[in-house]
C-alpha cells in the first residue's frame, strides 16, 4: 500500500509563512500527478493546488494563486506547498494526495486514489 505523509504544519500568526512537504512511498512517483487539499471545522474539503506529473503545469484555486506555490521534487519523491501571508481562514488540516491519470485543472477530490493523513495549521487566535 502507497503511503504519503505529510509534514511541516504548526503554530502560526497572521501574515506568517509555512511550507509543507509531503513525502510518498510511490515507486514510479514521476508518473502521478499530486494534488494538496485542506479542510477545518464544520467546512468540506477545499482545493487548494494540484501539480501534473511532469511538473510542467501547476492549477490553483483564486484564493491560492498569489499567495501559496505548489512543487515537486521527483528525486525525493516529494511534493511541496509553500505558503505565505497566512490569514485565519487558512487554518485547516491540509493533506496531499496523488492522482494516478492526468486531469485538466486537478480540482476534483474523486480524481485523488491514495491520500495522506494530514498535517495541522492552526493559530494561538
Known amino acids: 500500500q502507497v503511503q504519503l505523509v505529510e509534514s511541516g504544519g504548526g503554530l502560526v500568526l497572521p501574515g506568517g509563512s509555512l511550507r509543507l512537504a509531503c513525502v510518498t512511498s510511490?515507486?514510479?512517483?514521476?508518473?502521478?500527478?499530486l494534488g494538496w487539499f485542506r479542510q477545518s471545522p464544520g467546512k468540506e474539503r477545499e482545493f487548494v493546488a494540484a501539480i501534473s506529473s511532469s511538473g510542467a503545469d501547476t492549477y490553483y484555486p483564486d484564493f491560492a494563486k498569489v499567495r501559496f506555490t505548489i512543487s515537486r521534487d521527483n528525486k525525493k519523491n516529494t511534493v511541496y506547498l509553500q505558503m505565505n501571508d497566512l490569514k485565519r481562514e487558512d487554518r485547516a488540516v491540509y493533506y496531499c494526495?496523488?492522482?494516478?491519470?492526468?486531469?485538466?485543472?486537478?480540482?476534483?477530490?474523486?480524481?485523488?486514489?491514495?491520500w495522506g493523513q494530514g498535517t495541522r495549521v492552526t493559530g494561538s487566535s
Open positions: 494526495a496523488e492522482a494516478p491519470s492526468g486531469f485538466s485543472d486537478g480540482g476534483s477530490s474523486s480524481i485523488y486514489a491514495n
Open positions: 510511490e515507486r514510479t512517483f514521476e508518473d502521478w500527478s
